[in-house]
């Protein structure tokens, strides 16, 4: 069986294999094709997720060592949408770092987009400072419950 190019001329018996289909190009496509998407999908979604405004942002305004087992903690919190409750953590350190008191402070809903909260953090060994863990706008229901 002679086979013709697009040349029109035809080749040689036994020197060149026969086609035998594009069937595992194809395969390699698809599968190749499938893999570009997921991981453009993967990228898109860490890239949505890291760089997007969150609905609410919470700021360590200033604390002050009280004593030995006391720290006072001022944070500023702002939210997109004030009617919402929201929720904060603030917690104190040693001057080692290790956590030595925490403290989840409710944000009520609020006419302001923007909160100056005050709340003390009591510690269990001597506080070398006072950080804002996070904020949530998921708030947990015991801190609801009147």
């Given at each position: 069986m ?7 001329r035809a ?8 086609d ?5 190009s ?7 094709t ?25 700021t360590?305004?200033s604390f002050e ?5 006391r ?9 997109d ?5 929201a ?9 080692d ?16 987009g923007?909160?100056?909260i005050?709340t ?7 506080p ?7 904020c949530?706008?998921t ?8």
């Open positions: 002679s086979t013709t190019p697009p040349t029109g080749l040689p018996e036994g020197r060149y294999p026969e035998r289909g594009r069937t595992p194809r395969v390699l496509a698809v599968t190749l499938l893999l570009v998407v997921a991981l453009g999908v993967g990228i898109a979604y860490l890239g949505y997720t890291k760089f997007t405004t969150p609905d609410i942002d919470g360590l305004v060592i009280v004593s030995d087992d720290v006072d903690v001022r944070l500023s919190v702002t939210r949408d004030p009617s919402e409750p929720v904060c953590i603030v917690r104190s350190r040693s001057r770092g290790s956590e030595t008191g925490r403290r989840e402070v409710l944000i009520p809903a609020s006419p302001n923007t909160e100056d005050r003390e953090v009591i510690t269990s060994a001597p070398g400072l006072a950080d804002l863990y996070g949530s706008l708030v947990p229901e015991y801190l609801t419950r009147g």
